[in-house]
């Protein structure tokens, strides 16, 4: 169901304090084709992983997203809305 309607975050893990949490991600398609390492430029977010076609990757500065990637990110819980909307809009490189 989350691949018919991706919008939004997925919360998939968070840590005792409560301060950092792993989410699933959905971004603007302007960033298929990018590197990963733009999120990361981005935001104040990491890319812990992504999951291809079914397999889960650890990405480097060179992976390129694709279309259909899912997208895991850490990030401090109370920066989770900034970085949602930093994704869900057209990209920007700085």
Do not use: C
Not at 42 to 60: H, K, Q, Y
Not at 74 to 92: D, N, P, Q, W
């Amino acid at each position: 169901m989350r691949r018919l309607a991706p919008d939004g975050t997925k919360s998939e893990w968070r840590d005792a304090s409560g301060t950092v949490v792993l989410v699933e991600v959905s971004l603007h398609k302007s960033w298929y084709g990018e590197a990963f390492s733009l999120i990361e430029k981005n935001t104040s977010a990491r890319v812990a992983f992504i999951t291809r076609l079914g397999e889960a990757l650890l990405p480097d500065e060179h992976t390129v997203l694709q279309e259909g990637d899912l997208v895991h990110l850490l990030i401090e819980e109370k920066k989770v809305s900034a970085v949602e909307k930093t994704l869900a809009a057209a990209i920007e490189v700085k």
